[in-house]
């Protein structure tokens, strides 16, 4: 196969496009706006191309650049004239096309050598298989799990702020441990009482009947009033302007942190509405359930796309550097800093539920977890997860559903 290679270096207004023959020698180079109508003429330089060196293959490559490549791989992919040949179309790595630039030191930093680093890539890469997933379904699906991630992502850092906060006004309940800061009893205690003071010195009968109210599900309402309470009482207390503008920021922040829960509601019934036109067999395993198996399939695609389960601990950035020199080998060392953070979110998440429901996937855990004194959870949830895509990759590439071990 003797390919046309193309490099198309995107940014949000223009697509600087490099055409390289076959033997690696240029044949032409251009921009064009970032629209359908670029698009149009760039595929029509592409075809011109491939019509005046007679030959039948292309390949296409870009660099995943935040969305701004998405349009024009739809549009480069439904393009009936580009359809008469056999074509790949590649959304690369930014980190990959960076170390293959790597390899000319004396390069400048422009969009047409960029373009150019590309479709040199695509030449001499070992890109075996098409990056972008061609199935539309695991798109649109990828497009709700993905604006799941950001809004969980900016509720996280809603209940940091929430929880400043609530050091202001009422150190003593930020600094207990066994008060959950951003819990729907901290909440509603903090919109119902302004001061530390009040809440202190409020009727305890009140506040424990408030407390049973607003929580549900405490064991001992009466305890945890009075340590409340207590925790009220140990506060700094802060002057009433100051008290009065904190009041005011946390009213703003309690505000956001409902409306991003509704937001998350939101997708998740989406989420669960696109899921239902992918087959799959993750649902099967106890505890994953339908909003982190979409997660996980919208990332992976086809899983025929990766060659081993290593393959896609690789891609989801759940494999650990190695340090090794003579008969040094570290026993210590990091996870990879690349990889899919989406995809690697996901795989997190399903495998702190999948531990808890599943009784082989618990007694990993709890023996990652004895090992080490530091970090226990997170390096033990970190290979919980590696230990979950072997059994994803299993699951998906042989269609079937998953057997929980007896006992």
């Not at 539309?136 to 604006?147: F, W």
């Not at 607003?214 to 009466?222: E, Q, V």
């Amino acid at each position: 196969m003797n390919p046309l290679f193309v490099g198309i270096d995107v940014s949000s207004k223009n697509n600087v496009t490099y055409l390289m023959k076959p033997d690696g020698s240029k044949h032409s180079s251009f921009s064009v706006q970032n629209n359908l109508g670029g698009a149009k003429l760039m595929s029509e330089k592409i075809v011109s191309a491939l019509e005046a060196m007679r030959l039948s293959d292309v390949v296409i490559g870009l660099e995943a650049t935040s969305i701004y490549g998405d349009g024009l791989v739809c549009a480069l992919r439904e393009d009936g004239r580009l359809g008469r040949y056999q074509r790949k179309i590649h959304v690369l790595n930014p980190k990959q096309v960076r170390k293959f630039k790597d390899s000319y030191p004396d390069l400048p930093k422009n969009d047409w050598v960029d373009a150019f680093v590309i479709a040199d890539h695509l030449r001499f890469g070992r890109i075996g298989k098409e990056v972008y997933m061609d199935d539309y379904r695991y798109k649109s699906l990828q497009t709700l799990t993905r604006a799941r991630f950001d809004v969980v992502q900016n509720l996280t850092r809603e209940k940091q702020h929430f929880a400043n906060y609530l050091f202001l006004k009422c150190s003593g309940m930020a600094q207990d441990k066994d008060i959950a800061n951003s819990s729907a009893t901290t909440i509603a205690l903090m919109e119902r009482f302004e001061t530390a003071d009040k809440l202190a010195y409020a009727d305890l009968d009140e506040l424990t009947r408030f407390i049973s109210e607003t929580g549900r599900n405490f064991a001992d309402p009466a305890a945890k009033a009075k340590a409340i309470q207590a925790a009220a009482k140990n506060s700094y207390r802060l002057p009433t302007m100051v008290n009065c503008s904190v009041n005011q920021a946390m009213a703003v922040s309690i505000a956001t942190m409902r409306a991003l829960e509704k937001q998350i509601k939101i997708l998740d019934k989406s989420i669960e509405q696109q899921f239902q036109i992918i087959p799959n067999t993750l649902t099967s395993v106890p505890g994953i359930g339908k909003v982190y198996s979409a997660g996980i399939i919208a990332e992976i695609g086809d899983i025929r796309r990766f060659n081993s389960q290593a393959s896609v601990a690789k891609y989801a950035g759940l494999v650990w550097t190695q340090h090794q020199s003579g008969d040094f080998e570290a026993q210590h060392t990091k996870l990879i800093k690349s990889g899919n953070r989406y995809l690697r979110y996901y795989l997190l998440e399903a495998a702190n539920s999948v531990r808890r429901c599943d009784s082989e996937f618990r007694r990993y855990y709890d023996l990652k977890f004895k090992e080490v004194n530091q970090f226990q959870h997170k390096r033990a949830l970190a290979l919980t997860a590696r230990k979950l895509v072997r059994l994803v990759y299993r699951l998906l590439m042989d269609n079937r559903l998953y057997i929980p071990p007896e006992g």
